[in-house]
């Protein structure tokens, strides 16, 4: 019988620990079937973030260190001027990347690091259970606005695709989604851009995927992709932010 | 044998990281350990290494961890109070076994303290680096010699037992020039990192850096483990320089800056017919408990001298578990204790007040 769908070789056979509905699944899956197309995984090193994906080092089959919460883009430094022959990337929540770890996202894109960071951006702390988020919309319930986000107290959402456009170290700013195939499809060629850009030693890029959190949104899976839909992609419109190298044939905005 | 050349304390700290194959270096810049950073910046790019000026000490101590779990020697260096922002990734060190050097050029606190010379980061040094139950190696030069031997050895102690070492210094060692014999290169003892991230080669499963247990069974075997390692290094890293204390009735304990005053201190007071004596822990962790217990033999006092409120003193009656009395003498702030201020406290000992 003719095999057709497989498990990618970057995924170890570890069963994921997330919720029903959780774009974790699908986007570890993107990535590691971007390592295995590229054929790097022999060298690949990820950096897992503290939130609910602290333990992709369990799912990912290439080299894992488990950084401290938003500390990532400094270990995945270290480890690339260590071996810069090495492929590292980082995979971080929106409280990780944007909150407790905004100077080290900054500053790792404005050194223009040869490194690929997936952010995934749920608009709430999922691993706590359901707090405001550095992307938590205006209005937002959660644990910690149970009125809804009011931005005169809390502040607006940070909108890190166009923050991290306007340096000049950012090879490729892209925002992304996966809920729907055409969407997949579209993340994936993204994330794969993104590691080739780091194989061609260009420089940083991220690749900000928004995605549901139907546990803590307290929605059902199909009702978390349609609030994303109507309430998170208008305030993170999907797009390229920044492209240093638009010759190479990526996706359009 | 190598010719001595005059180096700031800094600097020939830096030389000899160089010559220790540390060829990653990341910090941010604070006093007074600048001419450390300094020399870095001008050294790494000429010999293919990397001198990273980080946003914070936050993103140091974490570009020192990535490059340590990659398998190279790495080093930071700070002074005080970026050491107190560098105690998270400590702790994350400790917890995934990486060795790593950290140089603390200590000065005053708390808070932004001062920058003149201090001892007062000892209990953060050996006691409580960051959360969770952990030991660092920590080093005590006296000397700007020890500071080139004692990168050497805080490297390979580090690499030995799999955990950070602390190089433990202060502004006035760091600042002041004296000469010192640089090592030859190539003689440099390393130690095979099968833990290390480096890509898996296709060749092993692969490796995983993390100090995430979730399981607290397993959490507990890990930092049992751990401390068996730890007393190891207890059993048999403890170092310290005794000067005149075989016959010695009134023993000082001081380490680093300190105990260079108090070798003078010592000297008069035996001129004046006084029977003292030091002991200069170079180790202070882990801390020269044997040596303070062999003393306590023949000594009927101890005086531990620090540039503290009186920190390692702590160590010193814990060693003597009540054996002797103990005494301590400071100054803090940046200020420097003079050889006749720490005569004066062998005196009172002596008659007794």
Same mark, same amino acid.
């Given at each position: ?218 929605? $059902? ?9 109507? #309430? ?22 | ?208 850096? #993390? ?55 010592? $000297? ?86």
């Amino acid at each position: 019988m003719a095999v057709v769908f497989e498990r990618p070789h970057a995924l170890t056979d570890k069963v994921f620990s997330y919720c029903p509905g959780c774009p974790h699944g699908i986007v570890h899956r993107l990535v590691a079937e971007t390592i295995d197309e590229l054929g790097i995984e022999d060298r690949t090193i990820g950096i897992s973030p503290v939130g609910c994906s602290v333990t992709a080092y369990d799912f990912f089959a290439c080299d894992m260190v488990e950084a401290a919460h938003g500390r990532a883009p400094a270990v995945a430094t270290g480890i690339k001027r260590a071996r810069p022959d090495n492929i590292v990337f980082t995979y971080q929540g929106d409280g990780d990347l944007a909150a407790i770890g905004m100077a080290e996202t900054v500053h790792a894109a404005t050194r223009g690091e040869n490194i690929t960071v997936i952010f995934i951006n749920n608009a709430i702390y999922g691993m706590t259970g359901g707090q405001m988020a550095p992307t938590t919309l205006p209005g937002q319930i959660t644990q910690t606005t149970p009125y809804g986000r009011d931005v005169k107290a809390a502040g607006y959402p940070i909108r890190v695709c166009e923050l991290l456009s306007t340096l000049d170290g950012v090879a490729l700013a892209q925002r992304v989604t996966v809920d729907s195939v055409k969407h997949v499809r579209e993340a994936k060629k993204a994330i794969k851009r993104a590691f080739e850009n780091q194989v061609n030693g260009r420089g940083y890029s991220i690749i900000e995927v928004v995605s549901a959190c139907p546990t803590n949104w307290g929605l $059902t899976p199909s009702e978390a992709l349609c609030w994303l839909r109507d #309430n998170m992609l208008p305030y993170y419109p999907l797009g390229v932010y920044k492209d240093a190298y638009p010759e190479e044939g990526g996706a359009k905005k | 044998m190598a010719e001595k050349v005059l180096m700031k304390g800094n600097e020939a700290l830096a030389e000899a990281a160089i010559c220790a194959g540390c060829h990653h270096f990341f910090g941010y810049p604070i006093t007074p350990q600048t001419e450390l950073a300094a020399y870095m910046a001008k050294k790494m790019p000429k010999i293919g290494g990397t001198y990273l000026q980080a946003e914070s000490e936050l993103a140091s101590i974490n570009m020192v961890l990535g490059a340590a779990a990659a398998g190279v020697r790495a080093m930071t260096s700070t002074s005080s109070p970026g050491l107190s922002l560098m105690t998270e990734g400590i702790s994350y060190m400790a917890g995934c076994d990486l060795p790593a050097l950290i140089v603390n050029v200590q000065r005053g606190g708390p808070g932004l303290g001062g920058i003149q010379p201090s001892q007062a980061d000892y209990y953060q040094a050996t006691k409580a680096t960051g959360h969770g139950d952990f030991q660092l190696i920590v080093l005590a030069p006296s000397t700007v010699q020890e500071m080139v031997d004692m990168v050497f050895l805080a490297f390979e102690l580090g690499e030995k037992y799999r955990m950070p070492a602390m190089l433990f210094s202060d502004g006035l060692l760091g600042q002041m020039m004296e000469p010192v014999v640089l090592p030859e290169p190539g003689d440099i003892k390393t130690v095979e990192k099968p833990w290390a991230v480096t890509g898996h080669g296709g060749k092993r499963k692969h490796n995983i850096v #993390n100090s995430l247990y979730l399981e607290p069974n397993l959490l507990e075997d890990t930092v049992r483990a751990r401390y068996e390692r730890y007393a190891e290094a207890q059993r048999t890293e403890q170092r310290c320089e005794e000067f005149m204390v075989d016959d010695a009735e009134i023993v000082l304990v001081a380490y680093g800056a300190s105990s260079r005053i108090c070798r003078s201190a010592v $000297t008069t007071a035996r001129q004046q017919g006084i029977k003292a004596g030091l002991i200069r822990p170079i180790t202070v962790w882990p801390f020269p408990n044997d040596a303070i217990q062999k003393a306590a033999s023949h000594a009927k006092a101890f005086l531990s001298v620090e540039m503290s409120m009186g920190q390692m003193v702590d160590d010193v009656r814990l060693a003597l578990n009540g054996a002797r009395p103990t005494y301590f003498y400071g100054r803090t702030g940046g200020m420097i204790p003079s050889p006749a201020e720490v005569l004066e406290e062998i005196k009172k000992i002596q008659e007794g007040k």
